[in-house]
Nanobody, 124 residues
Framework: QVQLMESGGGSVQAGGSLRLSCAAS????????MGWFRQAPGKEREGVSV????????VYADSVKGRFTISRDSANDTLYLQMNSLKPEDTAMYYC?????????????????WGQGTQVTVSS
């Protein structure tokens, strides 16, 4: 049984920072990629950033490049997302997810294990 638990969300003003965490448990070694996704009200879920669990390679959505940094603590199987220079348009529920596939991808449809999400609200 695989479980993902996100934490670290909250409410901040524009320009502020937050650090999200996602603790993974269970048989996760078969998953090659782990990533962050977000969904704002009335919008589709979108990929934010993904990291290869072995390679450490990363990919970012254009909208967050230069502001967000994904990282992973392999010893504790925990994923992080450092979010700086937050904007109101970053407001969304943020989810972490695992992908058993073989290629780095921001497409949510590839991911088959999801956490419950953590809310991020950025006010102007």
């Amino acid at each position: 049984q695989v479980q993902l638990m996100e934490s670290g969300g909250g409410s901040v003003q524009a320009g502020g920072s937050l650090r999200l965490s996602c603790a993974a448990s269970g048989y996760t070694s078969r998953f090659g990629f782990m990533g962050w996704f977000r969904q704002a009200p009335g919008k589709e879920r979108e990929g934010v950033s993904v990291i290869g669990r072995s390679s450490g390679r990363t990919v970012y959505a254009d909208s967050v490049k230069g502001r967000f940094t994904i990282s992973r603590d392999s010893a504790n199987d925990t994923l992080y997302l450092q979010m700086n220079s937050l904007k109101p348009e970053d407001t969304a529920m943020y989810y972490c997810a695992l992908d058993p596939g073989s290629a780095l991808s921001l497409s949510p449809s590839r991911y088959n294990y999801w956490g419950q999400g953590t809310q991020v609200t950025v006010s102007s």
